[in-house]
């Protein structure tokens, strides 16, 4: 059973930047397709970005292209989520999640979970 770790969430000023990692124990990272997902107090959890399983393929929320950047590492065991540009809509739950179905964008699909990582973006 894949167990995902989330870290490196925190409190940022807009425009900052954070990198976010995502440690997998228990089972083989290139095994699964990869993505985070957020979720805002009082909205649901939301698509952020995907990684295929050699890291060959990425996709992008439209509110987070050109400022964030999946990648893998599958020798580490590790995803990250590189944050640039912060601002304030991006404050969440930050989420990373793997699947072993075909790559996709919907959380439905994906069977691993982390338990979550605070970012916070101060105005």
């Known amino acids: 059973q894949v167990q995902l770790v989330e870290s490196g969430g925190g409190l940022v000023q807009a425009g900052g930047s954070l990198r976010l990692s995502c440690a997998a124990s228990?089972?083989?990272?290139?095994?699964?397709?990869m993505g985070w997902f957020r979720q805002a107090p009082g909205k649901e959890r939301a698509f952020v970005a995907a990684?295929?399983?050699?890291?060959?393929?990425?996709d992008y929320a439209d509110s987070v292209k050109g400022r964030f950047t999946i990648s893998r590492d599958n020798a580490k065991n590790t995803v990250y989520l590189q944050m640039n540009s912060l601002n304030a809509e991006d404050t969440a739950v930050y989420y990373c999640a793997g699947t072993k179905t075909l790559f996709n964008i919907n959380a439905a699909s994906y069977n691993y979970w982390g338990q979550g990582t605070q970012v916070t973006v101060s105005s």
């Open positions: 228990g089972g083989t990272l290139s095994d699964l397709r």
């Open positions: 990684v295929s399983r050699s890291g060959g393929r990425t």
